[in-house]
């Protein structure tokens, strides 16, 4: 099997980018977090880039430099200053999945993914190169795995880093299996930069999760058991 | 078959890891020391402290039995034989005879075994609480790193580890990218199998975070030399199986002086990388709590069976 160097360059990023979804899933540590996301949107952009040399194509080649602004730079910028001003180093807690399960699921995710892209595969003229294959399985899977960062993490921050993660993956795909015109991307990446603005806005407002808000908005009502201030006390440790 | 050919291969290699082996503890251990800002201990400190350790007399515990006497043999015979396994300069010819990927787990896993039970041998409350750890850890990784190996005698189509070279030697792709998923499972079962930071901590002799320390508290003299060498043999049998999969280049095929010298160089570059990474590794990350190390085993886990899902579907 000989592949040309980019084809190669190319499954090698596609590789990279589900290890990080998969740190980011694993990852407590709230800057770490941010970073990861960083790198991840670095190696999409590098993707990006590597079909411009490839195709020629001048949308790929915007597309990578709005990647570069927005996401390695600009987002998780503003995003550790919320983290610094919010004073929340890690998220400790989780809603039904544990990290480990949750890894397990996207085990189970990828398979299915997997399964139901095999079965469309004669469908798809496009899928005949294993590497748009590879590429568009990833991609899927990555958004679901985003979708499990943001329901089983709670502070709203790291749900946050999910949403993005889901974004990513949304890019990772539609580089591979659709070819969306660049305004469609554009706008789709101020949506994310407004959405971060807005949900980390509210985030100062509703300090670090939900259930804290929920207990400050009804400050007669009796502490729920697992007393969430404590709680925090314990994040800032 | 040319069994003189075979023979000689199996003493250079034998050598080869027998002799270079300690080079790498102290190296990692300089890595460290330069990321906190002291000087380390010099390269070849392991060598005098092995060297020190052979001259000294063995003690043993009136409690301990045969096995605590039997333990470092079986340990070095085990690595040593284990040793032959995996080619470091010289890919041997196509032959059944050695290479067996399974054979090779089993041999690590003797020796771990009887290291365990040597700790629980002289009835000290130490080595008991070091052995009950080891195995508590042992559960955990022993069935990732079957299905780590599985994923790559998948990916290679073979369960010889020289086919395997030889088929990483041979592959037209630059890198192929599952093997980079592999690779970074390898890397997390290294880490658990020298016992290196984020599991057990190698440098201290602290209750609290010793593992492999522990176990081979009661050893002293010459057994405790082979002890140290089997370990150290361990990490870098390992570290070669990740850098002849990941970068097979100066690796060669021809019994020749020549290419045997360069195979020698190249190697030893590659795993003084290795090690400079995995000291730079273990400096940025504190010991996690035992709670916590299913994490990090679930990475290697989770990579390992999506390089089975995109090995076996694609």
Known sequence: MIIAPLENFAEILIVLVLTTAAIIIMKRDIRSLIKTYALQSLLLAGMALLFFVETGIITLLFLAIIILVSKVWVIPHFMGLVQKKLNIKRDIQFHFLSPITALLASIVIILFVYLSFSNLLPELNRFNSSLFFLGATVGMSIVFMGMIVIFTRKQTLTNIVGYLTMENGVVLFSLFLTELPLLVEFLIVIDLIMLTLIATILAFGIDSTIEEFHTRLNPFASPPKDAPQKNSEDDKQ | ?314
């Not at chain 2, 009136?62 to 006497?69: A, K, L």
């Not at chain 2, 880490?191 to 209750?207: F, G, K, M, Y």
């Not at chain 2, 970068?247 to 795993?271: R, Y």
Request: glycine letters at 4%; one cysteine or more.
């Open chain 2, 1 to 314: 078959m040319n069994y003189f050919l075979l023979i000689a291969y199996g003493i250079l290699n034998m050598l080869f890891v027998l002799l270079i082996s300690p080079l790498f503890i102290s190296l990692i251990k300089i890595v460290k020391a330069h990321a906190q800002k002291r000087r380390g201990p010099p390269l070849l400190q392991t060598y005098s402290n092995l060297f020190k350790l052979l001259k000294k007399e063995t003690v043993y515990s009136s409690n301990s039995s045969w096995i605590m006497r039997v333990t470092p043999l079986v340990n070095i015979a085990a690595l040593l034989v284990a040793s032959l396994f995996v080619p470091l300069l010289v890919i041997p010819q196509p032959t059944d005879l050695v290479g067996n990927i399974i054979l090779f787990l089993y041999l690590l896993a003797l020796a771990k075994f009887f290291m365990a039970l040597s700790g629980l041998d002289a009835g000290s409350t130490f080595g008991g609480m070091g052995s009950s750890r080891e195995m508590a850890i042992s559960a955990l990784i022993e069935p990732i790193i079957m299905v780590v190996f599985a994923a790559l005698a998948f990916a290679f189509k073979t369960i010889n580890i020289p086919d395997m070279f030889r088929g990483a030697l041979a592959s037209n792709v630059l890198i192929n990218p599952v093997i980079i998923l592999i690779s970074i499972s390898i890397f997390i079962v290294i880490i658990v199998e020298s016992a290196r930071v984020p599991v057990d901590n190698p440098e201290t002799h602290l209750e609290l975070t010793m593992i492999h320390e522990a176990m081979i508290l009661e050893q002293s003299g010459k057994n405790l030399a082979l002890m140290e060498l089997s370990s150290a043999m361990k990490q870098l049998l390992l570290m070669g199986v990740l850098i002849n999969i990941l970068f097979p280049w100066g690796l060669t095929q021809d019994f020749a002086v020549p290419s045997i010298l360069i195979s020698f160089g190249a190697f030893v570059l590659k795993a003084v990388v290795l090690a400079v990474i995995i000291g730079l590794f273990e400096s940025s990350c504190a010991k996690s709590r035992l709670f916590r190390l299913p994490g990090l085993f679930a990475i290697a886990l989770f990579l390992s069976i999506v390089t089975l899902i995109i090995e076996v579907f694609a």
